[in-house]
């Protein structure tokens, strides 16, 4: 066999494959025993005829068909191999000669992963966040916790900013109701910032029983588009106030909380809480950053199939979301304040970056010989069998060995990225 490689445009590549006799006759023996158990000759079961008796009564077109069919697919991903180019769907061949017994020569084209130059990942020039947790962000926490154990009493007064109301409430746009504007017995904290401006300030001095009308303008960056800026008036019914009462925030407090003897431990506590979260999101923050880096310094393209891939995998995910929250994507991207075309122009500029993202992490994986053993990715498959134990589905793919790949796959890059930290500290 003889190849010749030609580049296309976009990371695709076509190449010429050229047989000889001997490759050929190599496929002609599995074409004529293929063929010798699909027909029927007397005296024969079927299934059971000698290829040389079958020859006989083989049509030689058919035999020279199919010669030619299995030579295709028994070389084809050879000559990808032996190039060094690994297509990323089944290539497409055209036979452009063939002389029965003699010589095939045939073209295959694909989209293939694109050869990347890696750029000095060592020296990438990020800089890791630092934790910076301060008073203000443990008193929020604090203010959180008090809240939860408030207490809730039924007042006749008017409502005030710090109070929950529960109010029935209709929004209308030019007089008719509009979808998601209505609720009833709906329970609201005032100050929350839940409603647009002026719903929450508006429902301030009112009393139980009282009926108004709030006359608001939607933000024009809101959204739903069908909203954003809109003029609306909220018919509003305030049925009940609720003083919302918090606990002190001191020992007490603190004691109620968990193990604490006094609000400084209790305070200590919510310190390297935050620290370890934070110490998290930048660490994650920080791998993203180095990838990016890398990718700029680096040559890759990104494959538009690979883009098409992600693009497939991103919708995938948002559908999801819109189910669980009772919609179609579209009326989800609708609410985001997103049509279909301006989601996919913005879908696609983010595949592909995580396509270059992915092609460069794996070439780093390969130069820096980084892989993972069979035993971490047994144990790997062994946890998420007792994380998906109630689901039969998900048990029965992880048998699949598709999967388990792309479990390995997965650890690599997460073995590549902690590679990645530690050159760039």
Same mark, same amino acid.
């Given at each position: 066999?003889?190849?010749?490689?030609?580049?296309?445009?976009?990371?695709?590549? #076509?190449?010429?494959?050229?047989?000889?006799?001997?490759?050929?006759?190599?496929?002609?023996?599995?074409?004529?025993? @293929?063929?010798?158990?699909?027909?029927?000759?007397?005296?024969?079961?079927?299934?059971?005829?000698?290829?040389?008796?079958?020859?006989?009564? +083989?049509?030689?077109?058919?035999?020279?068909?199919?010669?030619?069919?299995?030579?295709? !697919?028994?070389?084809?991903?050879?000559?990808?191999?032996?190039?060094?180019?690994?297509?990323?769907?089944?290539?497409?061949? =055209?036979?452009?000669?063939?002389? /029965?017994?003699?010589?095939?020569?045939?073209?295959?084209?694909?989209?293939?992963?694109?050869?990347?130059?890696?750029?000095?990942?060592?020296?990438?020039?990020? @800089?890791?966040?630092?934790?910076?947790?301060? #008073?203000?962000?443990?008193?929020?926490?604090?203010?959180?916790?008090?809240?939860?154990?408030?207490? *809730?009493?039924?007042? @006749? %007064?008017?409502?005030?900013?710090?109070?929950?109301?529960?109010?029935?409430?209709?929004?209308?746009?030019?007089?008719?109701?509009?979808?998601?504007?209505?609720?009833?017995?709906?329970? &609201?904290?005032?100050?929350?910032?839940?409603?647009?401006?002026?719903?929450?300030?508006?429902?301030?001095?009112?009393?139980?029983?009282?009926?108004?009308?709030?006359?608001?303008?939607? /933000?024009?960056?809101?959204?739903?588009?069908?909203?954003?800026?809109?003029?609306?008036?909220?018919?509003?019914?305030?049925?009940?106030? =609720?003083?919302?009462?918090? /606990?002190? +925030? =001191?020992?007490?407090?603190?004691?109620?909380?968990?193990?604490?003897?006094?609000?400084?431990?209790?305070?200590?506590?919510? *310190?390297?809480?935050?620290?370890?979260?934070?110490?998290?999101?930048?660490?994650?923050?920080?791998? =993203?950053?180095?990838?990016?880096? &890398?990718?700029?310094?680096?040559?890759?393209?990104?494959?538009? +199939?690979?883009?098409?891939?992600?693009? !497939?995998?991103?919708?995938?995910?948002?559908? !999801?979301?819109?189910?669980?929250?009772?919609?179609?994507?579209?009326?989800?991207? #609708?609410?985001?304040? #997103?049509? &279909?075309?301006?989601?996919?122009?913005?879908?696609?500029?983010?595949?592909?970056?995580?396509?270059?993202?992915?092609?460069?992490?794996?070439?780093?994986?390969?130069?820096?010989?980084?892989?993972?053993?069979?035993?971490?990715?047994?144990?790997?498959?062994?946890?998420?069998?007792?994380?998906?134990? @109630?689901?039969?589905?998900?048990?029965?793919?992880?048998?699949?060995?598709?999967?388990?790949?792309?479990? %390995?796959?997965?650890?690599?890059?997460?073995?590549?990225?902690?590679?990645?930290?530690?050159?760039?500290?």
């Amino acid at each position: 066999m003889k190849t010749k490689v030609k580049k296309l445009p976009d990371a695709r590549v #076509e190449i010429t494959i050229s047989l000889d006799t001997k490759d050929l006759k190599a496929a002609g023996e599995k074409a004529l025993e @293929k063929l010798a158990k699909e027909i029927h000759v007397e005296g024969f079961r079927k299934g059971k005829v000698p290829t040389e008796v079958a020859k006989k009564f +083989i049509p030689e077109n058919d035999l020279n068909a199919e010669t030619a069919d299995i030579a295709v !697919r028994t070389t084809i991903i050879t000559a990808f191999a032996e190039n060094s180019k690994r297509p990323l769907v089944i290539p497409n061949a =055209n036979i452009t000669k063939y002389v /029965p017994g003699e010589m095939l020569e045939y073209t295959a084209t694909a989209d293939v992963l694109p050869e990347v130059k890696l750029g000095d990942y060592k020296k990438l020039g990020v @800089k890791k966040p630092e934790v910076k947790i301060t #008073e203000k962000d443990i008193d929020g926490v604090l203010e959180n916790l008090a809240s939860s154990f408030a207490e *809730k009493k039924v007042t @006749k %007064r008017a409502a005030k900013l710090t109070d929950e109301v529960v109010i029935d409430f209709v929004g209308k746009k030019d007089g008719k109701a509009f979808e998601g504007g209505s609720a009833k017995d709906y329970k &609201l904290a005032l100050g929350s910032k839940t409603f647009i401006p002026g719903f929450e300030e508006g429902i301030v001095g009112h009393e139980p029983g009282d009926k108004f009308n709030l006359e608001l303008t939607f /933000p024009k960056d809101y959204g739903m588009k069908d909203l954003a800026g809109a003029k609306t008036v909220f018919e509003v019914l305030l049925k009940q106030v =609720n003083e919302v009462v918090k /606990p002190e +925030i =001191n020992d007490e407090l603190a004691k109620k909380c968990g193990p604490f003897d006094d609000l400084k431990a209790l305070k200590a506590d919510i *310190k390297k809480n935050l620290e370890m979260q934070a110490e998290h999101q930048n660490l994650e923050k920080y791998k =993203n950053d180095l990838v990016e880096a &890398l990718v700029k310094k680096s040559t890759v393209t990104a494959p538009e +199939i690979l883009i098409d891939d992600q693009m !497939r995998m991103m919708r995938e995910d948002l559908n !999801r979301n819109a189910e669980s929250m009772g919609m179609g994507f579209e009326q989800y991207l #609708e609410r985001a304040g #997103e049509t &279909l075309e301006s989601w996919e122009k913005k879908a696609r500029e983010v595949a592909g970056e995580r396509v270059k993202g992915s092609l460069v992490l794996q070439n780093l994986a390969i130069a820096e010989k980084i892989t993972v053993s069979d035993d971490l990715v047994a144990a790997k498959i062994a946890e998420l069998k007792d994380v998906y134990k @109630k689901s039969p589905e998900a048990l029965k793919s992880l048998k699949d060995p598709n999967v388990k790949m792309d479990i %390995r796959n997965r650890m690599v890059i997460e073995k590549t990225l902690d590679y990645l930290v530690k050159v760039n500290k």
